[in-house]
């Protein structure tokens, strides 16, 4: 993909994936039968969850089309691998043409940029390695258009194998990964078709958020881009950028040596330490929208929970443990590099904002939210449901 392109990329993707894939972890150890009967589950649980996600929640998918267009696929880790190279493909698209104009000056540019893709597909790889043991189900915004699927490896393969691409951007589609569910499963010793429903319950809530509402995936997509635009690909810039990161972590910029300015370095992540001030801004409105979004999807889970989950009290306690609890330290310090944390951070801010507005409007109410991006709610409004109830709801 890369290399025939002449250095047209900054990834050679297929490194990446071939990187990850060998770099990966094995998923825990399962007879083929279980493991088909672990896949045919989830998809039953998945179609089932689609009910129950409209019904508690009002929201119904603009069209029959919007729901077929977007596939539910269970995978194994490589295959979620394959999925995210893909929709990192469609995302980077105007870093790319960056790149591209900047090497049209260099005479060097071949060689550099073939080497600079090798590099780049192998660190790519290796994160996807980490991540793809984490994630245990993701609505997928970015993936590629149709035919979104390879023909199997032979006719008795059990997972989903997804495109690398390179069509252009498509509706979306509904990943589970079927070794991470049975491992946290395992792990937390809970009910497996439970806790396999209740993962669906989630996951089949953002995919109803983005079927529902016809503007939302291409308000983040336009924000994503915007972001993706500010990027300063001049080295010099990013290493001023690491050189100030470096001396805050050591308090010795100004105003950064006391207990405050050390802290707020610490907790950045790679992502806040590379920004501009315009991409903050961006990254503001975007960490609004996706608290609000893994926010709502855990609501629902919870609320659903007890109607069709009959273990559903059990698996929330000993799930909120286990993120709590985290890992190893070198496990934490990769969270907290890679942006993790705020991750975490985004579904217990937003399932707050989401229970408050709910608690003084109800359900319908607080489906205002879904009218327009201007209903959406600010990132300060996702600390205080008050307000954006007085400027919306009411």
């Known amino acids: 993909m890369t290399s025939a392109s002449g ?46 996600v409209r019904a508690f929640t009002g929201m119904r998918s603009s069209s029959l089309t919007a729901a077929a267009a977007t596939p539910v696929l269970v995978v194994d880790r490589p295959g979620w691998v394959r999925a995210n190279v893909a929709g990192f493909r469609t995302v980077v698209q105007p870093l790319v043409e960056k790149l591209q104009a900047r090497r049209a000056n260099s005479a060097s540019a071949g060689v550099l940029g ?25 609505y997928e915004t970015f993936a590629p258009a149709e035919p979104s ?58 995919r109803t958020q983005f079927t529902a509402v016809p503007w939302l995936r291409d ?41 405050e300015g050390r802290e707020s370095a610490s907790s950045a992540n790679l992502l806040e330490i590379v920004q501009s001030p315009a991409q903050r801004e961006i990254l503001g409105r975007l960490t609004a929208v996706m608290s609000l979004l893994e926010g709502h999807a855990d609501v629902v889970m919870d609320g659903v929970g007890p109607a069709v989950v009959p273990t559903v009290a059990e698996i929330r306690e000993k ?4 993120r709590d609890r985290g890992a190893n ?19 217990q801010d937003g399932a707050v904002f989401v229970r408050a507005v709910v608690e003084q409007v109800g359900m319908e109410g607080f489906n205002r939210v879904w009218t327009s991006p201007n209903t959406l709610p600010t990132k300060d409004e996702i600390h205080d449901p008050a307000a954006w109830v007085a400027r919306v709801a009411r």
């Open 319 to 322: 799930f909120q443990q286990r």
């Open 114 to 138: 073939a080497v600079g893709e090798k590099a780049t597909g192998i660190e790519v790889g290796a994160l996807l390695a980490f991540l793809a043991t984490k994630v245990l189900g993701q």
């Open 329 to 347: 330290r070198l496990d934490l310090m990769l969270r907290r590099l890679l942006g993790m944390d705020a991750k975490l951070r985004q579904y």
């Open 149 to 206: 699927l390879e023909a199997p490896d032979s006719p008795a393969a059990l997972f989903d194998k997804p495109r690398l691409g390179p069509e252009g951007p498509g509706p979306g589609r509904l990943l589970l990964v079927a070794p991470n569910i049975v491992h946290v499963e395992r792990e937390l010793d809970v009910d497996p078709s439970d806790f396999r429903l209740w993962v669906c319950l989630h996951e089949e809530t953002h």
């Open 219 to 259: 308000h983040i997509q336009s924000e994503v881009q915007s972001f993706l635009a500010e990027t300063d690909v001049d080295p010099g810039a990013l290493l001023d950028r690491l050189r100030d990161a470096a001396g805050s972590l050591g308090g010795s910029l100004p105003g950064a040596g006391g207990r």
């Open 7 to 52: 250095g047209a990329d900054m990834v050679d993707w297929n490194l990446a994936v071939a990187t990850a894939t060998r770099l990966v972890r094995p998923g825990p150890e399962v007879s083929r039968a279980e493991a088909a009967a672990v896949v045919a589950e989830l998809r039953r649980h998945a179609l089932e969850a689609e009910e129950h």
